[in-house]
């Protein structure tokens, strides 16, 4: 399929590259200083923009993602488009992952992160109204969210380095009940280097492997 488009207004209006295979995931633009997440904008245009590039061909897709989180749904709606798509896709992280864009990076193929990029993962907030059943029915279904997201960073985690140095025989439970006690403390920070350590990416963009941008195309 051949498409006649004008790379510089589809990268700035709806972030992304047809010809170089690449997508720019970050917020909208606002009239405020508050930076709105992860949301319904976001995730729609992502999943558009992914499916287009998957029908065209199988080659591998680039991702750069700029996030500071956001509403579980819309992540998942990312999440889940990512992890079906039968092109290559590797997520590039710059700024940070934090909060819903760590769990989004871990759909990806290949996981990257800029030199000064940071990873963070913490319980999300929550707040529900209503009467009292409805309020008790979606703190349930809260809780199965909780324990999903878990499994996706205990998933990555099982067989890091980290993990490794600290379990002898190391198992999916384990890794989860490790998790709760870190996010009991609160929001846990990594950097980059530290991220790949405990399995939550795959490479530092300044490595030896991956020195450029470029070099992750290869």
């Not at 039968?86 to 290949?110: H, P």
């Not at 000064?116 to 029915?137: I, L, P, R, T």
């Not at 490794?164 to 439970?173: D, L, V």
Request: glycine letters at 6%; hydrophobic letters at 35%.
């Amino acid at each position: 399929m051949t498409l006649n488009v004008d790379p510089i207004s589809d990268i700035n209006s709806y972030g992304i590259d047809f010809r170089n295979r690449e997508i720019y995931l970050h917020s909208y633009i606002t009239n405020t200083d508050e930076d709105p997440g992860v949301d319904y904008r976001m995730a729609s245009t992502f999943y558009k923009n992914i499916r287009l590039l998957d029908s065209q061909n199988k080659k591998p897709i680039l991702i750069h993602m700029h996030s500071i989180g956001g509403q579980w749904a819309d992540g998942m709606a990312i999440f889940d488009a990512i992890s079906i798509c039968q092109s290559f896709v590797t997520v590039l992280v710059y700024g940070q992952a934090e909060s819903m864009s760590s769990i989004i990076l871990q759909a990806a193929d290949r996981r990257v992160m800029m030199p000064n990029a940071y990873f963070m993962c913490h319980y999300g907030s929550s707040g529900h109204e209503g009467n009292y059943v409805d309020v008790q029915k979606a703190a349930s279904f809260e809780k199965r969210e909780t324990d999903g997201m878990l499994d996706i960073y205990a998933e990555h985690m099982l067989e890091s380095d980290y993990i490794k140095e600290k379990y002898t025989h190391p198992t999916h439970e384990k890794v989860k009940n490790l998790l709760k006690r870190k996010f009991k403390d609160g929001d846990w920070y990594l950097n980059a280097e530290e991220t790949v350590h405990h399995g939550l990416a795959d490479h530092v963009i300044n490595s030896e492997r991956y020195p450029t941008i470029d070099s992750l195309k290869q």
